[in-house]
């Protein structure tokens, strides 16, 4: 019942910013956990950050802290990734993913997604 979609990837610059943006539809989104993944050519899928419904609950791959920041506003069902100093290491295509829990649950945001979006490419160039 729930459909994701990314916006906002694009070519940019090393050490350039972008923002991404993951549009949901469908079912309430409460106790709805959302993150990012990126996969590479020639690489596996890979985790880079996720949340809880309230953000309480939230967790970043090493290689992006400090960089990559994951927002949320629940009024507009929609989770942001915000890119900055970006490094062609960085160049993946994008996936907005979604997963239900239990309510008052706590969930591992770092896997178990079940809702996927198409993906968005993002490419650093040096």
């Known amino acids: 019942q729930v459909q994701l979609v990314e916006s906002g990837g694009g070519l940019v610059q090393a050490g350039g910013s972008l923002r991404l943006s993951c549009a949901a539809s469908?079912?309430?989104?409460?106790?709805?956990?959302m993150g990012w993944f990126r996969q590479a050519p020639g690489k596996e899928r890979e985790f880079v950050g996720g949340?809880?419904?309230?953000?309480?609950?939230?967790y970043y791959a090493d290689s992006v802290k400090g960089r990559f920041t994951i927002s949320r506003d629940n009024a507009k069902n929609t989770v942001y990734l915000q890119m900055n100093s970006l490094k062609p290491e960085d160049t993946a295509v994008y996936y907005c993913?979604?997963?239900?829990?239990?309510?008052?649950?706590?969930?591992?945001?770092?896997?178990?997604?079940?809702?996927w979006g198409q993906g968005t490419q993002v490419t650093v160039s040096s």
């Open positions: 949340l809880s419904w309230s953000g309480g609950n939230i």
């Open positions: 469908g079912r309430t989104f409460s106790s709805f956990a």
């Open positions: 993913a979604g997963k239900y829990y239990a309510y008052l649950t706590p969930t591992d945001v770092r896997g178990g997604y079940e809702y």
